[in-house]
C-alpha cells in the first residue's frame, strides 16, 4: 500500500499550542516581551550578537543591504540558483542584481563565477546556503576581503548549517532566516537578522518599525516617540514568537534527524546507475532541509518521470529551483539574461528533485523512497 510522505510539513506540538495561548491571554500581541525573548535565544544559540526579528527572510534580505548601504548605482552579485526573494531584495534597494552561476552538484554559489561577476560598482555577495549545506566560505571570504565587498548570508534553508564550526549567519556581515512553513523552523511566517555589527542591528531594529526610535512595549511615555528615519513595518507578532521559542529549542534534534535520515536515503540509493547523491565535505555540516538527488541521462526514467513516479507513490517531492532566477521573466527583461549563460545553475533546474527528510519522517519512510527510487531505475511499478 502506498504511504502518504509529504515534503515538509509544520511540525507543532502541545507546547506551541499552551504557548499560543498564553500570548493570547497576556493582551500583547505584536512587537513585545516574546518578541524579545525569541531575539534573545536565537541570538544565544547561534553565539551572535544581536537578532532583530523581522516579518520575513525577504524582509531581513531588504534590511540587510538597507544597513550596509546598498542602493542605486550598486551591484550586489546573488546566485542565480536561489528563491526569486533572495534577488528581489536588491531591486527593492534600487541596486543590480548580478547573477552568478553555482557550483556543479550542489547549487552553492561557484566562487569561481563570483570572480567573473565582479566590476567597479560590486559592492556585496549575498551567498544562499543551499538546501542546508554551506557555500564555501573561505573562497568567498577572501574575494570579499580583497575587493573590500560585503558578505550578506540568505540562511532560509541553514538553520543548523555550520562551515569549519562556524554557523551559518554568523559568518558575513548579515544573516537573513526563514520561518515559513516548510524550514527547520517555522512561525507561520517570520524570519530574523543576526548580526554582530551594533549599527546594522540599530538600523534593522528601527527601519522594521516604521524607522520610529522606540517601540510601544518600551516607551516611558505613551505615545511618544520620533521618526528619525524612513522604515517599513516588517514587525514580528508575540504570537509567531512563542511558536519560534518552542521550535528553537527542539531545533538541534530535529537536525540531527534530518541528517540521520539523509544518511538512511543515501545509503539505499548507493549504486543506482545514473544518480549523483549529496557529497559533505568533512569541513561542511549540511542541515538538510531537503536531500537534493540529482538525476543524469545514465538513469533509466528522465527526471521528470521519476518524479512523477514519487507523487504517484505518494510521497511529496519538489524542484529547488525549477527556473533559476536569471531566466524569470523580470530578470530576462530587465537585464537582458537568457538561456546557456549559467549552465550549472540550469542543470540544478532540469536534472535535480528535492526529497523530503523531515525529522517526522521514519526509517521506514526513508526505505520506501529508496525502494520507490529503485524501482524506477529498473522500471518496475514504484511502491507495489
Ligand atoms: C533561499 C531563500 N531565500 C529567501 C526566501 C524568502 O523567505 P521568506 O518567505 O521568509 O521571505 C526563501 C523562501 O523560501 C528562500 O528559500
Redesign the pocket.
Known sequence: MNRSIPFGAPWMGEAEEKAVAAVLRSGWLAHGPKVKEFEQAFAAHLGVKHAVSVS???AALHLSLLALGIGPGDEVIVPAQ??V??AHAVMYVGARPVFADVEPGTGTISPASIRRGLTPRTKAIIV?HFAGLPCEMDDILKIAENQNLVIVE?C??AVGTKYRGRPAGTMGAAGCF?F?PVKHITTGEG?MLTTDDDRIAEQANKQRAFGIDVPAFYRQKPGVYDTPILGFNFRMTDIEAALGICQLEKADGRIEARIANAGLLTDRLKGIAGLELPVIPSHMRHSFLFYQLTVTEGFLLTRDALLAALKQSGIGASIYYATPVHLMTLYRQTFGYGEGLLPQAERVAAETIALPVNPRLTAEDMGYIGDVIRAASRNEVPGA
Open positions: 520575513s527572510c525577504t536561489t528563491h526573494a533572495t544562499v540568505d532560509a534553508h526563514s515559513y524570519g
